[in-house]
């Protein structure tokens, strides 16, 4: 039974990590003419709606998260803000296969911020692990390079995002719904690219083609973060997250396939260093 578990597990992981890959991909693609703005607020539109309907059917929004929970949600869902609009804009400006083996240093980001913040101890060998997580990212973004540009460090501020949300998620009661949260996230980033569009006062018309895509997107990263929430249910945890490496797998093939973004051969050995860092940390764990 555990092992089914297990395997459960790791097809949901790897399930997750192709959808994000899929979002990824459509969302480059489709917004490339459109602009960051507008193709965060078409596809918000579609995930939050989405998103609405799952959780009415699922009762979510019967019991609202208590006044603690709310002001921690809404840190997260600010500090989702702005890896979202920092992540897609350095996606429009960057292969996609360096984009995302950046964020694959998470678990090393992760891992030292709880040190730091939270108290967690932290063993000699993940500190090793997330230095050399650290040499990757460098040779991936080369400072001082021709290819070092402002969108390489807004990767790694998307990434200084999303390790604070997930310290922040650490603080949540157990009764807050994933869903809920969900939800509150999609409409927040939704209402604030509104905002900037209104401002902005750029909207392009769209075809039919591109409001597809952008549905279509919105249905993947809903598949990504449901499989994502699935997969901590299932299994092992030491046995399954390490399959979260796979997205790099999927973003190099879309990449190759869609955009004809082949790494060159100091981006590889970058990716390569970061994913061993990660499994080598996840295999070293913290002493209690």
């Known amino acids: 039974m555990q092992n089914d578990d297990t395997l459960k597990g790791i097809a949901f992981m790897s ?27 078409v596809r918000g539109v579609f995930a939050t709606c989405l998103l609405a309907v799952v959780a009415m059917a699922s009762g979510v929004f019967r019991e609202l998260p208590k006044s603690a929970d709310l002001k921690n949600i809404g840190l997260r869902t600010i500090a989702e803000i702005g890896a979202t609009f920092c992540f897609l804009i350095a996606l429009f400006n960057m292969p996609i296969a360096n984009i995302t083996a950046i964020l694959q240093t998470l678990p090393l980001t992760v891992a030292l911020a709880a040190a730091l913040f939270l108290g967690e101890r932290i063993s000699w060998q993940q500190s090793l692990a997330i230095v050399f997580g650290g040499i990757g990212v460098l040779i991936i973004i080369r400072p001082g390079s021709d290819g070092f540009n402002i969108f ?52 392009t018309p769209l075809d039919i083609t591109t409001y597809g895509l952008l549905a279509l997107a919105a249905a993947f990263i809903f598949l990504g973060y449901f499989f994502s929430v699935a997969t901590m249910r299932q299994g092992r945890i030491a046995l399954v997250t390490p399959f979260r490496y796979t997205a790099v797998f999927w973003a190099v093939l879309l990449g190759w396939l869609i955009f004809d973004e082949i790494p060159d051969l100091l981006t590889g050995l970058g990716i390569g260093v970061i994913l061993l860092s990660g499994l080598y940390t996840l295999s070293h764990r913290s002493p209690r």
């Open 15 to 41: 399930a997750s990590m192709a959808a994000f890959a899929f979002n990824d991909t459509i969302i480059k693609f489709a917004g490339a003419n459109i602009g960051v703005l507008q193709t965060i607020f």
């Open 152 to 203: 390489s460090l807004l990767g790694l501020v998307a990434v200084g995002f999303v390790t604070f949300r997930d310290l922040i998620v650490r603080k949540f009661s157990p009764r807050v719904s994933s869903l809920f949260v969900a939800f509150v996230t999609a409409a927040s980033i939704t209402l604030v690219s509104g905002v900037g569009l209104l401002i902005e006062g750029g909207w």
